[in-house]
Antibody, heavy 120, light 107 residues
Framework: EVQLVESGGGLVQPGGSLRLSCVASEFTFSDYWMTWVRQAPGKGLEWVATLNQDGSGTFYLDSVKGPFTISRDNAKNSLYLQMHSLRAEDTAVYYC?????????????WGQGTMVTVSS | EIVMTQSPATLSVSPGERATLSCRASQSIGTNLAWYQQKPGRAPRLLIYGASTRATGVPVRFSGSGSGTEFTLTISSLQSEDFAVYSCQQYNNWPPYTFGQGTKLAI
């Protein structure tokens, strides 16, 4: 079964850091762009970051540009989101999503999500 | 940034009825629009892409239409499993990709 599984969420204090991971299975990971999307409690979906197949091209939501870094390891079928300087507003469920080449298309496969809570 | 606006915020319908959900883009996006279904505590599921193409495994009672700035998701005969939140997303002009705030389909 084509699948994405996230991990790495948790409770972190404001200003802290966290690294999220997303492992892909049953598809050729290196053929696809990948994306992180988040959803704050009770709110809608918000795009966070996208990167291309080899990780050389990255795109970010303006509010996370700088503190967040999206990356991938195609040999490990893994996507990452390194988050620094976390704020309460970053509290959300973070989903990874498979993205068509060149980013023009819908996100067709989603992971189950991992919860990030930023609180003292 | 393209703003996506969905209406209504909540739609109360009964099983067997037809539901029509709307999504408006702040500028033309052609047919570069997707619809997602999300149930409580679950990840979004892609229903429709290209404004009108059903994703793999999506029942035929789901249909999408529209182009430019006005889009519609129609569920022809509601089943109990269809009660969820539906969100539209544009992928025409990005970054950023933008989503609507969602329409909750309630009994």
């Amino acid at each position: 079964e084509v699948q994405l599984v996230e991990s790495g969420g948790g409770l972190v204090q404001p200003g802290g850091s966290l690294r999220l991971s997303c492992v892909a299975s049953e598809f050729t990971f290196s053929d696809y762009w990948m994306t992180w999307v988040r959803q704050a409690p009770g709110k809608g979906l918000e795009w966070v970051a996208t990167l291309n197949q080899d990780g050389s091209g990255t795109f970010y939501l303006d509010s996370v540009k700088g503190p967040f870094t999206i990356s991938r390891d195609n040999a490990k079928n893994s996507l990452y989101l390194q988050m620094h300087s976390l704020r309460a507003e970053d509290t959300a469920v973070y989903y990874c999503a498979r993205t068509p080449r060149y980013g023009v298309g819908a996100f067709d496969i989603w992971g189950q999500g991992t919860m990030v809570t930023v609180s003292s | 940034e393209i703003v996506m606006t969905q209406s209504p915020a909540t739609l109360s319908v009964s099983p067997g009825e037809r539901a029509t959900l709307s999504c408006r883009a702040s500028q033309s996006i052609g047919t570069n629009l997707a619809w997602y279904q999300q149930k409580p505590g679950r990840a979004p599921r892609l229903l429709i892409y290209g404004a009108s193409t059903r994703a793999t495994g999506v029942p035929v009672r789901f249909s999408g239409s529209g182009s430019g700035t006005e889009f519609t998701l129609t569920i022809s005969s509601l089943q109990s499993e269809d009660f969820a939140v539906y969100s539209c997303q544009q992928y025409n002009n990005w970054p950023p990709y933008t989503f609507g705030q969602g329409t909750k389909l309630a009994i």
